[in-house]
């Protein structure tokens, strides 16, 4: 994404976010160093200035800012209009004083610069561009026309002509330097603001539904054993009153009802004992879950676990934590492969003695080459934008949050993750189960004496339920 289209489609609204005590105290902060600058050349340095008209500049800002302190409420925000105004009205300000101490010859000329620097960091485009181009105008004006600066004795304090020109064009290129660069920080900051609030979202829902999970499977565990004891008293009863209907008809009632709550239990719950597989699990089991919504939306999924496909692969594997980031990370990985995959989508396990390796591939068009190196950053926009777009998706307009959220949620269990594209070589007649990914890839590494959960203090992944603490 080249940086005329960076700076061009933001479009994110960023009106009511300046503060108009911010502003008043600049403009104070201002007035009290013109102040000290006039004085200082007048008193100290011998320097001839117009004090009346410089007053009444100086003065128009005091009395904008009380005005302002006094009818409008310093906590108000203002709106995109207003700020520009505020601005116009410093720029304005500024180069009218300027303009009666010596222009561009003024080393505080570059003053001039900060309008522009604080519009390009909280205003629109057009906002900024406006300023801009007030602030450029007002250097080519002064660089031409101002009042030169004179000592008390009459002597004219002037630089040569090529200085002049010179300090116009650093002038200008600062205003155009300085503008883009603080714009393209503040985007930068507010887009990685807002992804990191939506990973928080995630991550907070995530965890909620790992809770809940917990609260169920608790449930199921406790509940088994009366339901279970129901389910038998009734049974006897049930044969005792085969001679008397009526009674027989409630005892078969209290049956189903108790085997219904039973089957409601085991779709809800995780097979009983399981407190402790919430919290740990078996390397495959915990990606396994995480893939699992997206197993039937029309792509194939195979887990793949040292190389080997089904549930006697990889026996003996690693024990990690079965934790909230792990498994949301992951299953943003498998929903953006199944989301640009041809047909299939690869998930490779494996294991050292030093590291975890998690593979997410598939056979779809891979990243575009020329944004490998920014795969991973927020709203990175035309991820797989091509020209004439996606024809397959012709609405996705890869905004890139999913695996920023990914990248953020696994990068915080000390994983390591790397973007590439598989070779685009022939498939000929391998088993779709054995090949390889051609498209794009994901590699997630973690350092199994920093994630692996020991053995020792897991003894298995089922466990005796604790009671629940409210």
Known sequence: MSLLSTLMTYTLPRSHTVRLRTLIYLRWLAVLGQAIAVFVATQYLGIDLRLDMIATIIGLSVALNIGQSLI?????????RDATLTLFFDICQLAALLFLTGGLTNPFAALILAQTIIAASVLTLNA????????????????????????????????????TIGSWAALSIAVVFLGVYARLVSIETS???????????????????????????????????????????SAEMADELKDRPDLLEDVELIRAQARRCRDILADMGRTGHDDLHLRHAPFSA??????????????????RIRGEVGETAGADQPQIPRRSEVIHGVRNLVQNAVDFAATAVWIDLDWTDEVLTLRVGDDGKGYPSELLGRIGDPFLRGRFARPGGDP???????????????????????????????SKRGKGTVPLSERRATGAIVEVVWRRDEFETRRDTVRGALGTNRPLEV
Do not use: C, W
Not at 137 to 146: E, P, R, T, V
Not at 286 to 303: C, Q, T
């Open 72 to 80: 409008l409420p310093q906590n108000m925000r203002l709106n995109q």
């Open 286 to 303: 915990v990606v396994a879950e995480a893939a699992e919504p997206h197993r039937h939306r029309g792509k194939e999924v195979i887990l």
């Open 191 to 233: 887009n990685m603001s807002e992804a990191l609030t939506a990973t928080q979202l995630a991550l907070e829902r995530e965890q909620k539904l790992t809770a809940l999970g917990g609260v169920v499977a608790a449930t199921a565990h406790e509940l088994g054993t009366p339901l279970a004891t129901i389910m038998m008293v």
């Open 128 to 163: 900024t561009v406006f300023l801009a181009a007030v602030s450029l105008f007002f250097i080519g004006l002064l660089a031409l026309l101002h009042q030169p600066l004179m000592l008390q004795t009459g002597e004219v304090l002037d630089i040569p002509r090529l200085l």
């Open 392 to 422: 397959e998706r012709p609405a996705y307009k890869g905004m890139g949050l999913g695996l920023f959220i990914a990248k953020t949620l696994l990068e915080r269990t000390g994983a390591r993750l790397t973007f590439a594209n598989g």
